[in-house]
C-alpha cells in the first residue's frame, strides 16, 4: 500500500523580480567625446601610397596625432599598411613633404546630400604608426 504524501505549497516568490528591478530611474548620461587627441577639421589632398595598390590621390579630413580620416575612391582591407604623403608645392622646384606609414583601421561608406542630388564616397580611418624618411617625390606616373 502506498501512502501519497501532499506537497508543500511553492513559496511566493514575486518579491524577487522585484526586489531585482531598480527603485528609481538613473538618468542619461551624455555621450563623451572619448578621442585622445585633437582633431583639426580641414580638407586637403594627400598621396596614399601602397606595394599593392599604388599611389593615389585622396583628400584628409579629420586629422590628429594618432591618425587621419580619407576619402578615396577604394578602401584597402583592413590591416593594410600606407603611406601618407603630406605635400606642399614651394615655389617651382620645391616640395615640402612629410611621409608616415599608418595602418588602415576603419572603413566607411559616407551618404550626403549636395544641392540638388545625394552622393556617397569612401573613406577609411588610418591609424598613424610611424613618421618615415620623405625620400623621393612620388612620380606623376606612379598616381592614378
Not at 7 to 21: A, I, Q, Y
Not at 32 to 45: C, E, P, S, Y
Not at 76 to 102: C, K, M, N, Y
Request: aromatic share 6%; charged share 30%.
Amino acid at each position: 500500500m502506498s501512502v501519497k504524501r501532499q506537497r508543500e505549497p511553492l513559496p511566493d516568490l514575486g518579491h524577487v523580480l522585484e526586489e531585482s528591478r531598480p527603485h528609481r530611474i538613473e538618468p542619461v548620461v551624455p555621450a563623451v567625446d572619448k578621442r585622445v587627441h585633437t582633431r583639426f577639421d580641414k580638407a586637403f589632398l594627400v598621396v596614399i601610397g601602397s606595394e599593392l595598390y599604388g599611389d593615389t590621390w585622396a583628400i584628409a579630413r579629420n586629422v590628429s596625432a594618432g591618425g587621419i580620416l580619407v576619402e578615396m575612391s577604394y578602401a584597402p582591407p583592413l590591416g593594410t599598411v600606407v603611406t601618407v604623403h603630406f605635400q606642399h608645392a614651394r615655389g617651382d622646384d620645391l616640395l615640402d613633404e612629410i611621409v608616415v606609414r599608418a595602418e588602415v583601421k576603419h572603413h566607411h561608406f559616407l551618404n550626403f546630400k549636395g544641392t540638388e542630388e545625394t552622393a556617397a564616397t569612401r573613406a577609411i580611418g588610418l591609424r598613424f604608426i610611424e613618421f618615415v624618411d620623405a625620400g623621393d617625390r612620388v612620380a606623376d606616373d606612379r598616381l592614378h
